[in-house]
């Protein structure tokens, strides 16, 4: 199984600021299948970035993806009041055994 | 617009069998570019992906190892949705669940169920 750190464990920054979260695979991930949610309370996950860097539908541009192998990286460019949430990893190169991150909190300072 | 509704009980007792149901709209379980799939959540396992059912041109099943001996995913296509069965619960299973929509990554969630295992 592949198990994913997530670091840190959480951020704290101000509206406008960049954000950077880390994920990090005990492995290497298969053709960087790698995936970024983000969750708010009493939300489920929303997805945000597939295959290390393509957005999915509907998400701002301010958010991108990129890494590769082992090391990954979510950036939120210009934080919004509505990006502090939870932000998760998820791999699925060794699909079907899919596994999470722990998560990072992302908190206003 | 894909939508996902759960349904089922919040509560069960110590090693019984957990049972929820995910009603699908504006798509078909039976579809042959869709995977539906249980997640779940909680506080000391975080997120964890339980197991998947879909169609190509027979059904499959693929399941967590963690779980596999005690899950069981299955469709119906008469009522378009497909259900988990987790058996001889205990309180580690005590989670939120989630059904889902995709593939690979989650496209698409229901609301989520709290489901407590307890006496």
């Known amino acids: 199984e592949i198990v994913l750190t997530q670091s840190p464990g959480t951020l704290s920054l101000s509206p406008g600021e960049r954000a950077t979260l880390s994920c990090r695979a005990s492995q290497s991930v298969s053709s960087n299948y790698l995936a970024w949610y983000q969750q708010k309370p009493g939300q489920a996950p929303r997805l945000l970035i597939y295959g290390a860097s393509s957005r999915a539908t509907g998400i701002p541009d301010r958010f991108s993806g990129s890494g590769s192998g082992t090391d990954f990286t979510l950036t939120i460019s210009r934080l919004e009041p509505e990006d502090f949430a939870v932000y998760y990893c998820q791999q699925y190169g060794s699909s079907p055994q899919i596994t999470f991150g722990q998560g990072t909190r992302l908190e206003i300072k | 617009q894909v939508q996902l509704q759960q349904s089922g009980p919040g509560l069960v007792k110590p090693s019984q069998t957990l049972s929820l149901t995910c009603a699908i709209s504006g798509d078909s379980v039976s579809s042959n570019s869709a995977a539906w799939n249980w997640i779940r959540q909680s506080p000391s396992r975080g997120l964890e992906w339980l197991g998947r059912?879909?169609?190509?041109?027979?059904?499959?099943?693929d399941y967590a190892i963690s779980v596999k001996s005690r899950i069981t995913i299955n469709p119906d296509t008469s009522k378009n949705q497909f259900s988990l069965q987790l058996n001889s619960v205990t309180p580690e299973d005590t989670a939120v669940y989630y059904c889902a929509r995709g593939i690979t990554v989650a496209l698409n969630w229901g609301q989520g169920t709290l489901v407590t295992v307890s006496s």
């Open positions: 059912t879909y169609y190509r041109s027979k059904w499959y099943n």
